[in-house]
Every structure is written in C-alpha cells, then in structure tokens.
C-alpha cells in the first residue's frame, strides 16, 4: 500500500505512521521528493484496513499498490528518480547522460584513449568490461580487477565516472574500490540473488532488460534491488530477441516512454547491443533521446575493427564524437540538454 503524506506533515507524525505500517506486518519503504513524503507499505496488506491509516495525522491519501512491482511503480516516486553520484553527477532529470566506452577493457593505451575522447565530447562516465559473460568459452573473458584498476585510473585523470558489469556476488566487494555504478547484464537480470546482494550494496546499479524478458519482468528485478533498500537504479533497454535477423536484437523503443509511465525508475538506451551494427547505432541513439531516454550507453573503440569483443557495434571515437553532437540538437528538440 501507498501512503501519501501531506506537505506540512511533521516528523513526529510520520514516524506514527510508520509503526503503525510496522504493526499491521509490513516492511516500510520510505521516500521523500521536493513537497511530500511517501510510505511504501510491502508485504502482506490485503487483510490491512486502510481506513486506519486515513484517519492519522498528517495523512493525504492511501491506496493499495495494484502492480505487482511495489516501490519500482511510479507511486513510489510520483515526480520521478534522479540517480546522483559522489561527484554531483546525474541520470534522470532535465539533462541526458551519456555513458561510453569499450565493450572490454583490453589495455592501457586503449582506455585512457577511451576516456580522454569521453571526456572531450561532454561525456560523464566511462564504461568497460572488465568480466565478459560471452556465448563461446573461448572467446576474451575479460582482464578481472587489474581491467577495472586501469579503467578507474582512465576515469580519474579525466573527472569520469566509471560504469561496469558484475556477474556474481563474490565479484562486489572486490568491484567496489574501482566502480562508481554496478551493471547487471541481460543474462542476470533474474539472477535474484545477485540482484539481492545489490540491494545492500549504496552504489546506483544499472540494470539491462533480459534478451526475452517483458517491461513487467524488467520492473519486477529492479524490486530485489529496491526491497534491499537501494533505491538507486537505473534500467535499460539494450534489445530484446524477436524473429527478426536483420538486427542482433530488437531495440525496442517503446519501452522509453512506457517504462516513464509505469515507474519513476530513470531508463537507458544501449543501441550498440540493441542493434549488432555499427552503422545503425546512431540513428536508434538519437530515436531513443527522442522518445525520453534518460542516457545513452554506446560501445567505442579507438580501432573498432580490432576490438577484442563486440567489434561489429562499436563505434569509432570520431563516429562517437559526432553522434554526441547530433544527440545535443535531438534534446534541445525535445525540450532537454545533454
């Protein structure tokens, strides 16, 4: 259930309605935006009588939480998340983020060329994997954390922020030093208890959609997050698998606007997965910008031939600073800076 206090509702008052939530038998998920304060009642409230909490103090409104997903739904946050890091950074909100980087970290020449060209383009975060859950056993599976120390060190000489995926629990504490936002790939979006271990982690985590997963499963996995008490999340859509082969996947644009009607959960574009081809990536890029992406992740590479993962989609640093170019006039079009 939802509880929705009024503006002026004191301390004291909604601290009453919170032990009052508490002794119904509900977890209490408590968020408070610019005017008001929000009480997430989770668990198991159809037996609660809300008519109880109507008539405390300082109470605007209260109403069941219909959705299956409880504090991802845009009750939760009704102006919407804006996901802050240490360094004043931002994704949601007025401005569009741009995250960009090589599919994997390869060496050192390779990412500080990386994040010197991010940076130079306006770019806020450098992403790059440093473990690589690939299809083949035999294909580059990534340099581990000596990948990640030379990615944060890029990040650091050039004032970015630095984005890369986890695919196990054992990895996150070894992480933490070296990564500014943890990225769950499509194939763990249903690892619950990956996904678990991240809602007691206080890093913004970063959440691709599954290759064959619905908005409602995607919102539905950000919820193991959120019901561990970190509320920093942000989706994804990278694509999803159709019968169509013209594309490696399906960039589903549509999920945009539908994922900002349903939740107050920011969302992502990554048109370089959404697509497989490096000729496509900028106008599905500009289309997501366009329809209400809160970010652009795009893969680059300082000679994308010869990257060692993901060559085919990735672009080169010239295409890049180009596309970042084009993607500030689609956000001023649609009322937004970049």
Do not use: W
């Amino acid at each position: 259930m939802i509880v929705a206090m009024q503006e002026r509702a004191t301390e004291d008052q909604i601290d009453a309605v919170i032990d009052a939530m508490v002794e119904s038998g509900v977890n209490v998920h408590r968020t408070t935006g610019a005017t008001q304060t929000i009480l997430a009642g989770v668990g198991p409230t159809a037996g609660v009588e809300l008519r109880r909490f109507e008539l405390l103090s300082g109470v605007l409104s209260v109403h069941r939480i219909t959705s299956p997903y409880k504090l991802a739904g845009r009750a939760f946050r009704p102006e919407g998340t804006v996901v802050e890091f240490a360094n004043g950074a931002k994704i949601g909100g007025e401005q569009v983020g741009i995250i960009a980087g090589p599919c994997a970290i390869e060496n050192r020449e390779q990412i500080f060329a990386t994040a010197a060209c991010v940076k130079a383009a306006g770019g806020g975060f450098l992403r790059g994997g440093a473990f690589k859950p690939r299809s083949s056993p035999y294909a580059f599976q990534g340099l581990g954390i000596p990948g990640l120390q030379l990615m944060h060190e890029a990040a650091e000489a050039n004032g970015l922020l630095t984005v890369s995926e986890v695919m196990e629990i054992s990895q996150i504490e070894a992480m933490l030093p070296y990564t500014d936002c943890f990225q769950v790939g499509a194939r763990n979006m249903q690892n619950f208890n990956l996904l678990r271990e991240l809602g007691q982690v206080r890093k913004p985590v970063l959440l691709k959609r599954g290759i064959a997963a619905t908005i409602e499963e995607l919102l539905l996995s950000s919820e193991y997050i959120m019901s561990g008490g970190n509320y920093d999340v942000i989706l994804c859509e990278r694509g999803i698998r159709t019968y169509e082969t013209s594309t490696r996947n399906t960039m589903d644009i549509a999920a945009i606007p539908v994922v900002k009607k349903l939740s107050h959960l920011p969302i992502v574009a990554d048109p370089s997965h959404g697509t497989g081809r490096r000729d496509m990536v900028p106008a599905m890029a500009k289309a997501a910008v366009a329809a209400g992406a809160d970010a652009i992740l795009v893969e680059i590479h300082p000679n994308a031939d010869k990257a060692a993962s993901d060559a085919a989609q990735t672009l080169y640093l010239d295409q890049f600073e180009k596309l970042v170019g084009e993607l500030r006039v689609i956000a001023a079009a649609v009322g937004r800076s970049l």
